[in-house]
């Protein structure tokens, strides 16, 4: 009777032994896929923080170009804006001619009195500020 008692506890060694070398290759196997998506994520990592780079220097070079157009449009507002002026001195210039031109019709009509000379010069006054 206790020759069998004897062969149990050798078996049973045998059997904890398998238990803990499946149990060790799965952890082996675990550790081993754990590993390569750490490198997978770490190769992602430096191929983002490249893409990041780039990018960064795209909006730099975009940021440059915008204040030189920025720059070039300050500068055409300040180009049309003095000819906008220079026309307008332009206008009222044209406009005193014709004026001029008014007032020597009008001296030469002799039907129109000095009166109708002050309606005809008020009616170009108005008339030019209403272009304005």
């Known amino acids: ?45 430096v191929a983002q923080a490249r893409e990041i780079i780039k990018l960064k220097k795209m909006v730099k070079k975009l940021e440059r170009k915008n204040k030189v157009k920025v720059f070039g449009l300050r500068r055409l507002k300040k180009v049309r804006t003095a000819e906008r002026v220079e026309s307008s001195a332009d206008t009222v210039m044209d406009d005193v001619s014709k004026q001029g031109g008014i007032i020597v019709d009008i001296n030469t009509d002799k039907d129109v009195t000095l009166k109708d000379v002050d309606v005809v010069t008020k009616d170009a006054e108005v008339e030019e500020s209403a272009d304005v």
């Open 1 to 45: 009777p206790s020759s069998p008692p004897q062969q149990q506890q050798p078996s049973q060694p045998t059997h904890d032994a398998k238990i803990s070398l499946d149990l060790l290759h799965t952890l082996l196997e675990t550790c081993i896929t754990l590993t390569r998506k750490v490198e997978a994520l770490e190769q992602d990592k």
